[in-house]
């Protein structure tokens, strides 16, 4: 009998990927002896979590600067032109260059404001538990499977993929109790372009991003 998925929120998504990355959320006591993939993770989250944890208020009281944190260690980290290709499918071989690199922009943009945004309003009283990997036969493709406890309910699988590009191992999907980001934005973004078009999608997005900078400046 297959297991009833429990429903992930957009917000979810976006501040488990955030947060593991930036850092609010301690590492299981036990000490672990991690992989690499696994220690991009921990990495960033022993970098950032003192700025997190000692500058609560200047995250809430400007934007911008939750921003800045996003672009510089998030962005690294994260193979955006591989989850672009991912989220839109067939639409991305059909696209032209121009259309390609102008929806991997404002894709881009959209999911760092809107991580940013989550972060800033999520809890940070979690532990993550690593588990064993998962690598294929050549070992330039991972899942880092990771559990996460914390107070407000049951423990959550979190999985994330990566694999390895120029010498650096990146992640390109995040799973939640076994419901995937890529998929996600895949099924909206699918709906948008078969309702205006893959330009009108581009167009929708741009539109959405220019009014949260906006917002953000005039804050």
Do not use: C
């Not at 991690?34 to 944890?53: C, F, Y």
């Not at 921003?67 to 989220?87: G, I, N, Q, S, T």
């Not at 404002?106 to 800033?120: D, P």
């Amino acid at each position: 009998m297959q297991a009833r998925r429990r429903k992930i929120s957009p917000a979810l998504f976006s501040g488990f990927l955030l947060m593991l990355l930036l850092g609010s959320i301690p590492v299981a006591a036990e000490k672990q002896a991690l992989a690499k993939p696994q220690k991009v993770i921990e990495g960033i989250s022993t970098r950032m979590a003192d700025i997190l944890n000692h500058e609560r208020e200047r995250l809430k009281s400007d934007p911008g600067y939750v921003y800045r944190l996003a672009d510089e260690v998030l962005v690294p980290h994260v193979d955006f032109d591989r989850v672009a290709r991912l989220v839109l499918g067939k639409h991305w071989r059909r696209a032209n260059s121009e259309q390609q690199r102008a929806f991997e922009r404002q894709f881009q943009r959209l999911l760092v404001r809107t991580y940013s945004t989550a972060f800033i309003e999520l809890d940070s009283n979690w532990e993550i538990r690593y588990l064993p990997l998962r690598v294929n036969k050549k070992g330039d493709e991972v899942m880092v499977r990771t559990k996460v406890l914390h107070a407000a309910g049951d423990p959550l699988d979190v999985l994330y993929r990566m694999h390895l590009k120029g010498g650096s191992w990146k992640a390109y999907d995040v799973k939640i109790e076994g419901v995937s980001l890529v998929t996600n934005y895949r099924s909206n973004f699918t709906k948008e372009v078969r309702r205006s078009g893959l330009d009108g999608l581009i167009k929708k997005m741009t539109e959405l991003n220019d009014r949260r900078e906006k917002k953000k400046v005039t804050s």
